[in-house]
Nanobody, 115 residues
Framework: QVQLVESGGGLVQPGGSLRLSCAAS????????MGWYRQAPGKQRELVAAITSGGRTNYADSVKGRFTISRENAKNTVYLQMNSLKPEDTAVYYC?????????WGQGTQVIVSS
């Protein structure tokens, strides 16, 4: 049974930082491309950042220079360090694991950026 469990969301003031974590089980974590997506109210889910099994990363233009994705294969965990947060970063953030036709999602963690 595959599980992706996100943590680290919450309420933060503009300009603040949060670190999201996603712990995976039931998959061979090291071979999966891991990603973070987000969905704001009334909007489509969008890719925020992804990291391949080889460590190559890509980011949405809106978060480049502010967010950093990383992975720790020994802990089956992927992270999203979010700095200089803006109100428009408010969304539910979802962890994603992909390998070929296999695609899995976490339940999501809420991030609210507000003063």
């Amino acid at each position: 049974q595959v599980q992706l469990v996100e943590s680290g969301g919450g309420l933060v003031q503009p300009g603040g930082s949060l670190r999201l974590s996603c712990a995976a089980s039931g998959i061979i974590f090291s071979i999966y491309t891991m990603g973070w997506y987000r969905q704001a109210p009334g909007k489509q889910r969008e890719l925020v950042a992804a990291i391949t099994s080889g460590g190559r990363t890509n980011y949405a233009d809106s978060v480049k220079g502010r967010f950093t994705i990383s992975r720790e294969n020994a802990k089956n965990t992927v992270y999203l360090q979010m700095n200089s947060l803006k109100p428009e970063d408010t969304a539910v953030y979802y962890c994603n694991a992909e390998n070929g036709s296999r695609k899995y999602w976490g339940q999501g963690t809420q991030v609210i950026v507000s003063s």
